[in-house]
C-alpha cells in the first residue's frame, strides 16, 4: 500500500520542479517574425520560400485553427504577446474603429504596389480616413455553379454563356428554375437555401448596410438589403431552395444525389464541390451569376502594432503577394489571385475535368474584374446574423412581412447599442 | 454627560476582547486545516479573483473588446432583461437541462447498481465500454453526432427510412434540436456519472447489506434504506455539477447547429448567446453582464436542487 | 424466472453499451475513409482502405510526437498536482471543523458557476504580466487546486472515511499530515482514480484555453495541433478524423489500466467495520 503512494509523492515533487522552471529560448542574430494564420489560408511553401529569399528573417509561422478570432481577440484586448503579421478574413472591417492597432501599410510603402492589384479588393482594406490595415491575399469571385445535365434534362439553356443571357436576373433564373422543378416532378430544387440568395445577392451591391459614415443606409432605395430580402423571399415562396444550410452535411449529400441543380457561390466553392459531389463529376458547369458578379470571402495580412520589425514583415508580406507568388499559391492551393496580373496568367484558363472540361477560370477572372467596390461597416456580421435569423424563420413558416419589420425592429436596437 | 455614553460602553467592554481572542486562537488551533485548504484560495486570490472582479466592471461599461471602454451605466443589463432573444435562451437552457439530466442521472444510477451487482459478468469489460463517451473530445463527438442527426441524410434518417418509416427534419424543428442536444449529453455524462456512484456504493459497506439480509428486508427496501440514504453525498455532488454544467452548455449546441442556435434559435443556449454577443457582436461590456445574471439564475437553481436532495438545507 | 430476468438485464446491458460504443466505431470507419466518402450517401457503415493514407497525412502535416509528448506533459503534471491539493482540501472540508469553514465552502462552489468564456480575456492579461503567455505553466498552475475536485473529495470522504478511525489515529499520535497519507489517502483511493482519469482526460482535449495561451508551435498541444488542420474554406474531414481517431487512442489504453482501480479494494470495506 505504501509504495504506490511514495511513487505519487516523488513524481509530484518532480512535477512541481518542473512546472516552475522555464525553457530559455534561443537567442539568435536572425529577426524572428511570427506569424499566425490558417490551414490553407497561404502557400505553406511559399513560407517555407521566405527563409531563402530574406536570409536575415526567421518566420514563425503558426497555423491558428478554428478560434482563430478568438484568439486574436484575446490577444488584442490584452494588448500584448501578439504576432508580427496576422491574417484576417472578410471580418476585417470589423477592426476598422482600432486601425490604430495596426501599421498603416500605406506608410510603410504600400501605395508602390496599388496599382497591381485589383482596386476593389485593395479598398477593402483602407478605412474610411485612408489608413490601409490591411493588404489583399485572395479574393472570392461568385458565379452560378448548375448542373449541364439536369437543365438539358428540363429543356433550359445548357452553354455556359447561354445560360448568362437568359438567366441575366434572379427573377429570370427564379423563372427557369420554376420550369426546371416541374420538370422533375419537384424531385430536384433549383438552390439550396434561402440565406444563399440573400447573402450572394448582397455580394453583388455595393451598397449594403452601411455608407462610409457608418450610418444605416438598409432602408434607402439604392441598398440591396431589401431587393435581396425579397428575392430569397420569393425563392422560398416560390418553392425553389431545397432548406440545406450551405456546406453541411445535409448540402453535402443532397449535391452528391442530384437534389441540388445549381447554386451562386464562390469559386473557393469549388473545391468543396468536388469534395461533397464526386458522383456528379463531369456534370457542372459554372457561368456569370444571375444578378451580377460579386465577392464572397477572400483574406488579407496585417501588421500588429506591436511589432518591432514592421518594415521587415511588410518586405515579407510584399513578397508572399507578389502576381508571380500569387499565380503559384493558385496552383499549389487554389487560392484565387488579387493581383490583377496574376489573372492573366495561363495557369488560370486549364480546363477541368469536374466541370466537363470548361475552364471555369474564365467565369472567375472575369467575375473579378467586375466586383464593385462596397463598404461594409464594422457592424457588419451583427446585421447579417440578425436578418438571417429571420430569414430562416422565413423559410420555416414565419410570415415574411411580419419577419421583415421584426429584422428591421431589432437592427435599429444593435444601432443604438 | 459622560454617563449616558458610558452606558452602552460597558456591556461591549467585556466581550469583544475575549471573542476576538477566542476567534484567533479557534483559528491558530486550526492552522493545519486552513494550511490544507489553502491552495485553492491562493490560487483563486491570485488568477480567479480579478477576471470576476474585471467582469463585474466590465458589465457597467460599453467595449468591442479592442478600444476604449466607455461607462454604460445599467443599460448592458437594462438590454439583457428586455432582450427576447436572452430569454429564449434561458428557456432553451432550462429545458435541454431537463431533458437531459433527469435521463442522465437515473439511467446512470440504474447502470452503476447493475454493474456493481455481485452476479453480473464481464463488469470491467461493461465499465470501460460505458465510459468511452466520455473519454472523446467534443471535436470527435460533434463530427459524429451532425451526421447522425442530419436532416433528411442523416444516419438516423437512414434507419428510420430503411424501416419504411419518414424522414424527421431533426434540426428544423426547435424540439428536434433541444433532442439532439440532450441525447449528446446524455451519451456523454452516463457512464461518467455511473462511475462516481459505482464509487459511492463501493463504499457502502457490505456488513450493512449483511444485518439487512438478516433482518428479512427485501432487495427493493434495501436499496431505499441502505444505498440511497448513504449515497445521499454522491448523488447531491451529481446533481450540483450536473446543474452547473448543464446550465453552462455550450459546445454541444454550437457544434451541432452554429452560433445562431439553428433553426428558430432552438439550440441558443445562455453561454451560446454570452459568446455570440461578446466574441462575435463584438459586446464584450454586454457579454459580462449576461454572465452575471446566468451566475444568478445558477446559484438560485443550485440551491433549490440543493434542498431538494439533501432535504434539511444543511451543508 | 432469474434466467429470463438475468437475460432482460444483460439486454439492456448490452444496448447500452451499443449506444455508447457505436460513435467510436463510426469515428473509426470515418478515419478509414476519403472525405468525399465520409460525405456520402447512403451512409458507408463499413472500414474503408485509407486508414494508411489519412494518418500519414495527419503525420506530414502536424508534428504529432512532439504535440503527444507536451500533451503527456501537461495532463500528467495536472493530474498529480489536483490529485494532491483536492484531496487534502476535499478531505479537510469533509472531517474536520474549524471557523468560517460553511462559508469558504459556499466561496467555492460559487467559484465554478461563473461561465469559463467571461473570464477568458482576463486571464490572459493576468498571464501576460507574469509573463506566463506561451508556457505550460498556464495551462497548469491555475487549475491545480480546483472547486470540482475538492467538492468531490469532500463527498465521497464524508462518509467513506469513519471519523471513528481518525479519532483512534490521532490516540495513537498521528499528526494532521499522517491522518491524511497514511489512514485517509488509502480509503479514497476509488474516488482518486476517478478524479485523476477525469482531469487526465480534461487536460488531455482541453483547447480553447492552449489554444489562445501557446505561442509557439513546438509547445502545441495535441487539440490545439488538430485545429490547425481546419481550413478557413474546406476542411478535410478525412484528414480531421484520423488525427481525433489518434489523439483518442492513448486515453483509452490509458483508461484500460486504470479502470480496475474504480474498484474499492475490500480492505476499504474491512476498515470501515
Redesign the interface.
Known sequence: ?GKP?MY?FW??IV??M??GC?SNSSNSNQKTL?LWY????LDDKLIQAVQKQFPDVRI????????F???L?????????GPDIVAF?DWVT??F??AD?FYDLYELGAKDIEADYLDWKWQMGVTPEGKMIAMPIDTGPTALFYREDLFSKAGLPTDPEEVHEQMGTWEDYFKAGAKLQQAFDGKVKLTDNIGGIYTQVNAQSDKIYFDKKDDFIGESSDSSMKKAWDLAVQASQMGLVA??NTF???W???T??GKIASFVGAV??K??LM?????TAGKWRVARAPGGDGNN?G?FLAIMKTSKQPKEAFEVMKWLMNPENQVTAFKDINLFPSATKALDAPVMKEKEDFFGGQSTGDIFTESARNVKPAYFGSKY??LN?IV??EL??VA?GKNPDAAWDAALKRVKKELL? | MGEPLRQPLEPHHPYPVPAKRKLSSEIWKHRKEYLAISPFYLLFAVFGLFPILFSMYLSFQKWDGIGVMTFNGVNNYRFMLTDPEFWKAVGNTLLIWIYSTIPMLFSALVVAFLLNASFVKFRTFFRIGYFLPNVTSLVAVSIVFSTIFSNNYGLLNYIFTSFGLDPVEWLNHTWGIQLAVSFMVIWRWVGYNAVIYLAGLQSIPSVLYEAAKIDGASGIQSFFRITLPNLRPIILFTVITSTIGGMQIFTEPQVLVGNDGGANGGGLTIVLYLYREAFINNYFGYGSAVGWGMFVLIALFSIFNWKVVQGKGTL | MIRSKNVLLYAGLIAGLIVSVFPFYWLAVMATRTTPEIYSFPPKLWFGTHLFDNISRVFESINFFRTLLNTLFVATASTILVLFFDSLAGYTFAKFTFPGKKWLFVLLLATMMAPAQLSLVPSFVIMAKFGWVGSFKALIIPGMANAFGIFWIRQYAEDSVPSELLDAGKIDGCGFFRLYWNISLPILRPALSFLGAFTFIGAWNDYLWPLIILTDERKFTLQVALASLNGIYTTDYSLVIAGTLLAVIPLIIMFLFISKQFISDIAAGAIKS
Open positions: 500500500m503512494r505519487f513524481l509530484l512535477v512541481l518542473l512546472s522555464s511570427t490558417w490551414n490553407r489560408g514563425n509561422a503558426q497555423k491558428i485553427g478554428g478560434d478570432k478568438s484568439k481577440k484575446t490577444t488584442l484586448a490584452a494588448g500584448s504577446n478574413n470589423e477592426l474603429p482600432s492597432r432548406n440545406t453541411s452535411s445535409e453535402n449529400a443532397a452528391n444525389n473557393w466553392c473545391q468543396i469534395d461533397a459531389a464526386p458522383d470571402g483574406s456580421a451583427n446574423g438571417s435569423r430562416q424563420s420555416l447599442r
